[in-house]
């Protein structure tokens, strides 16, 4: 009777005492996630003829031949609020595909300052943040489908902005995916006149580290 009595007590307190032990696991994967600040981004993409507007609610739009490749290296800096953090990039891209005239390779280099929402009501099944960003994009020539709008007027410099979706699944909270808009413009006017913009749809996986 005694032997049963402490096999009962025992399966009571291990009752109890599982809830901590989980609640402390997801704990700490969530202190070694936070630990983890850096991130490595390879993406690839293509080009689409939607202004940034129409990119992010109304896609695809026409898809062209112009590819991106991209590898993106940031770093977290804070948090702040309890549901943002912000975060700093630098992008390496290869450019290349069709146009009008023919083709045309390039390079392009970023530096972004990205804001990014991590609190939503499925997180426990699929991790999902949504980011924001901005920036100044370089590329090494003066892309040819960027003067082939409306505007016809493009140069090297402009400004950059980052709109993106990244999921997580929990078992593996160092690895995700992530889709994000890449959009170059003059920020109507203010880079050397220019008011023409270029847009791509980009999919990546990303690694923490």
């Not at 309890?82 to 083709?103: I, V």
């Amino acid at each position: 009777m005694k032997k049963q009595l402490l096999f009962c007590l025992l399966l009571v307190f291990a009752w109890h005492l599982h809830p901590a032990l989980v609640a402390a696991e997801q704990d700490q994967d969530g202190q070694a996630r936070q630990e983890k600040k850096w991130s490595l981004t390879l993406s690839s993409g293509m080009y689409t003829d939607r202004t940034v507007g129409q990119a992010i609610f109304n896609v695809p739009g026409r898809l062209e031949s112009n590819y991106m490749h991209s590898l993106a290296l940031a770093r977290e800096m804070g948090r702040f609020w309890d549901h943002f953090s912000w975060e700093l990039e630098g992008m390496f891209a290869k450019h290349h595909g069709k146009h009008k005239t023919g083709r045309q390779d390039y390079e392009e280099f970023v530096g972004a300052i990205l804001v990014r929402y991590h609190t939503f009501p499925w997180d426990q099944w699929i991790d999902t943040t949504l980011a924001v960003g901005s920036g100044v994009s370089a590329t090494t020539e003066t892309p040819k489908r960027e003067l082939q709008t409306d505007r016809g007027k493009s140069q090297n410099i402009l400004n950059y902005l980052a709109f993106e979706l990244e999921l997580t699944l929990p078992r593996f909270p160092d690895t995700s995916l992530t889709y994000r808009i890449h959009h170059r413009s003059g920020v109507f006017g203010l880079y050397g006149g220019v008011e023409g913009a270029s847009d791509f749809y980009l999919l990546g996986l990303r690694q923490r580290f």
